[in-house]
């Protein structure tokens, strides 16, 4: 992995700590529900770097992009696809 790689991931990672920081200011004031969208967006951008060395969880930021945003419009299907993105993780942490 070249220096240019390493920049970018760093960069990367630093994006994910701003973002958790002003998300925690975020929650005092948002929608309760908002927390677990912030949460599922860091976990997102978390295993785009991931993915740079490895695909095994790709299937699970498919789940994640795919899903996040129903907080916003359907809490119920949220909670149903949320469950499922647990099982995933759990399943691809066992392998």
Same mark, same amino acid.
């Given at each position: 992995?070249?220096? !240019?790689?390493? !920049?970018?991931? @760093? ?6 700590? /701003?973002?958790?920081?002003? *998300? ?19 976990? *997102?951008? =978390?295993? *785009? ?7 095994? /969880? ?13 907080? =916003?419009?359907?809490?119920? @299907? ?12 759990? @399943? !691809?942490?066992?392998?």
């Amino acid at each position: 992995m070249g220096l !240019n790689s390493l !920049n970018i991931q @760093q960069e990367e990672l630093e994006g994910i700590i /701003h973002f958790l920081i002003s *998300s925690a200011r975020g929650c005092v004031d948002e929608t309760p529900l908002y927390g677990p969208l912030r949460l599922l967006e860091a976990a *997102s951008r =978390l295993l *785009s770097i991931v993915a740079a060395f490895s695909d095994r /969880h790709l299937e699970l930021k498919k789940l994640i992009d795919e899903n996040k945003y129903l907080v =916003l419009t359907d809490e119920g @299907q949220f909670l149903r696809e949320l469950d499922k993105i647990i099982l995933l993780l759990a @399943q !691809n942490s066992n392998k």
